[in-house]
């Protein structure tokens, strides 16, 4: 493979005129549909090649024929002039990552081959096919190679003990197969969406490969998970995620470990039970004496954590402390890498609706922000003069950007074609004050072919967690809304990340209060600025997104309609049923201690009597993280009341619904259950003082 080659750019008058004739003669732009939501590739985890010359990368695709998304490797060249397909089975291929001699590209691929399941496949750059590199029994979680490139250290779950040998059927409605184990339960924590049910005794530890004898080791002989494994630069030692407390469900946060990277090493604790939890993969200081890591915040206020930057000496001669300077902004950060130098280290923030990149020098100063917002970063890689992230726009999904001198430019141009067709209206910043005067932000996008001065039905999508935020980022739910004559207002409510702490935390405790204040604000300032009918207000989310779409309905009956999918409204019913037992525990307290917050917190299905909205309920048959029968009971209630209410369950979904085909059902239903109720008058136009 060659690097690119510089062309001189030199054009006749002619090719020249033609260019100018050809733009206008473009087609008008279209609004989105289905269609076009089902063509967007999605770009991911890029990779710089050792020589700084390449990005390997995954893209992700629909297969609407088959039902099922499939993701391929390529690589473009640095100079962005190259894109070459890498793969193209019709297996999953992920996880792109170079040898560091930069011989080989390895990635994750569930192809048949010698063994079930993810398992390492590796391409030799002078040629020739794709070759299975593992064959390990269990979950291959992930892996990384060592500086040497001889050895790679793999996240292994434990095999399923009662999982069907090759070739044996499990059984299934009592018809013949081998009869599945009961299921037995004795974990304090004891289910997680997407992993099913916790059992005891089975872990996910680090092994060592060795790529030339396919030789596999336990790298330590601890009975605790380990996570996250990060190789010295000198390859001597890993640096590793893992909780060795007592009861590893009741303080489920990990801490940071080295061990010598050779088998049955005994590991080395970093930092101290008492630190709150560490988060990511470690990363070490090019000389080998430090290590950085995030570490999160106590329990009772996990759901609110921003994660702040921390550094330990990789001896372990000190204790681990806090970049102060970092700590000092107020936001969560993420990402942490120190430079070449070692001299400071750079890692990405999350600031009201952005996410950029930041420096802090560790012979002290304060931080200093290396882009200016807005703009939303993610995936950050660099090395040997290859520095590259993901990054997008409210109005183009995610492509690789070299990171260059504070300016972004772009490598891949995986949905140009598509999106140079398609009219995506422009996103806007707003801010308004909520009840108690505190200041709220958010995000308004007005439909398209919107002409001023008209008022549009409002859709007000409420995003979950809720420690996420809305930030400037393309999602094509809003953009399928927007298409279809909807403005859409996302509002970063109290909770929400991007704010501070003290704004993360005000709804500790207090669920449907702040939250629903700072979302009635934003639909107020929708009205009063003239975009927002308010004889036509919708209101929906998931997860969080959905609670708080309870609590809205529950509290506002001036909504013509509302979606609602993955919540819950009757939250004592859920203690022990979802996977947010600590939560539970530690923020509200177990009901027999405090059952007067569970009845407050639980005010739209007691009070659902006050609901008048239509609402559509949804979720996923095998949820673990929501379960349905939150639905399910919200659903009842209205239906016992009379009001208009519909229950969608999607068959053996989890949280994150995954099969395309219910994708774009679900949209489907959305759209048509908002027409139905808010498209029956026409837009009027705003009067004087709303304009």
Known sequence: MRSDTI??????????????????????????????????????????SPDGKWVAYA??????????????????????????????????????????????????????GKARGNQVWILDRRGGEAQQLTGVKGRLQGYEWSPDSKRLALVIGDPDPDAPAEGETAAGGGRGGRAPKPIVIDRYHYKQDGAGYLLSGRHSYIYLYDVATGKLDRLTTAKADEAAPSWSPDGARIAFMSNHAADPDRDPESQLYVADARPNSTEKQLSPLAMPGGRGQPQWSPDAKWIAFEVGDEKKYSAYGMQRLTLAPAD????????????????????????????????????????????????????????????????????????????????????????????????????????????????????????????????????????????????????????GQDAHSFSSEKQWFTAHGYAVLSVNYRGSAG?????????????????????????????????????????????????????????????????????????????????????????????????????????????????????LFLGGERDFNVPVQGGQQMYQALRSLGIDTQLIIYPNETHGIQRP??????????????????????PVAATADQR
């Open 661 to 682: 085909s219910y994708q774009r059902d679900r949209l489907e239903r959305y759209l048509a259950w908002y027409d139905r109720y808010l498209k029956n008058a026409a």
């Open 316 to 467: 372990g001669s000190s204790q681990p402390t806090l970049v102060r300077a970092a700590a000092d902004l107020d936001r969560g950060v993420s990402a942490p890498r120190f430079t070449p130098d070692g001299s400071a280290i750079e890692f990405l923030v999350t600031d009201d609706r952005s996410v950029y990149p930041a420096r802090v020098r560790l012979s002290g100063g304060e931080v200093e922000k290396l882009m200016q917002p807005p703009l939303v970063l993610s995936s950050p890689n660099v090395l040997h003069g290859c520095s590259v992230a993901l990054s997008g726009s409210d109005a183009r999904p995610n492509e690789i950007f070299a990171v260059e001198n504070g300016r972004l430019r772009q490598l891949t141009h995986q949905n140009d074609e598509l999106f140079a067709n398609l009219d995506i209206p422009p996103t806007e910043d707003v801010s308004f004050k909520s009840k108690d005067g505190t200041e709220v932000h958010g995000l308004l996008t007005k439909p398209v072919g919107y002409a001023a001065g008209t008022k549009a039905p409002l859709l007000l999508r409420i995003h979950g967690g809720p420690n």
């Open 59 to 112: 893209v992700g695709t629909t297969d609407a024929k088959e039902d099922k998304h499939d993701s391929d490797i390529r690589m473009v060249s640095y100079g962005g002039k190259s894109d070459i397909r890498v793969t193209s089975s019709p297996e999953n291929e992920a996880s792109p990552r170079w040898s560091p001699d930069g011989q080989s590209l390895a990635f994750l691929s569930s192809r048949p």
């Open 7 to 48: 062309f001189p750019v030199l054009q006749p008058r002619w090719l020249l005129l033609f260019a100018s004739a050809a733009l206008f003669a473009q087609p008008a732009k279209r609004p989105l549909t289905l269609d076009d939501i089902a063509n967007i590739r999605e770009v991911r985890d890029p990779q710089c």
């Open 499 to 615: 704010r501070g702490q003290k704004y993360s935390r005000a709804i500790f405790a207090d669920w449907g209060h702040y939250e629903v204040e700072d979302l009635e604000a934003g639909v107020d300032y929708a009205i009063r600025s003239g975009v927002a009918d308010p004889a036509r207000l919708g209101v929906g989310g998931w997860s969080y997104g959905a609670i708080l779409t309870d609590y809205m309905i529950a509290t506002d009956t001036r909504f013509k309609a509302a979606t609602s999918g993955a919540g819950t409204a009757f939250t004592v019913a859920f203690y022990g049923t979802d996977q947010y037992i600590v939560q539970y525990d530690y923020e509200i307290g177990p009901p027999w201690k405090n059952f007067d917050a569970y009845v407050k917190i639980s005010y739209p299905f007691l009070h659902a009597d006050r609901i008048k909205t239509p609402t």
